[in-house]
């Protein structure tokens, strides 16, 4: 069974900075590719980021530039550090991680960002 912890969500100032964690359980982790995923109010969950397994990285044009994800194996965890934040980026984010037929999905992190 694999479970997935998001951290690092909160309230930051437009321009500002965050750093999400995804921590996961299981030992398919290291073999999976891991997703970032969001959702605005309102809004459908729509795909920030990915990290092959081998590193190799995607972005959503909206956040190319100012998003990176990254992956540690050795702690079974994949990050998102996100730059020059806008009032847009505010939203639940959500880590996925796809094996197979299966989507294993974390509970989710807020995000707003507001002056």
């Known amino acids: 069974q694999v479970q997935l912890v998001e951290s690092g969500g909160g309230l930051v100032q437009p321009g500002g900075s965050l750093r999400l964690s995804c921590a996961a359980s299981?030992?398919?982790?290291?073999?999976?590719?891991m997703e970032w995923y969001r959702q605005a109010p309102g809004k459908q969950r729509e795909l920030v980021a990915t990290?092959?397994?081998?590193?190799?990285?995607n972005y959503a044009d909206s956040v190319k530039g100012r998003f990176t994800i990254s992956r540690d194996n050795g702690k079974n965890t994949v990050y998102l550090q996100m730059n020059s934040l806008n009032p847009e980026d505010t939203a639940v984010y959500y880590c996925n991680l796809p094996f197979g037929p299966r989507d294993y999905w974390g509970q989710g992190t807020q995000v707003t960002v507001s002056s």
């Open positions: 990290i092959t397994s081998g590193g190799t990285t």
């Open positions: 299981g030992s398919i982790f290291r073999i999976s590719p």
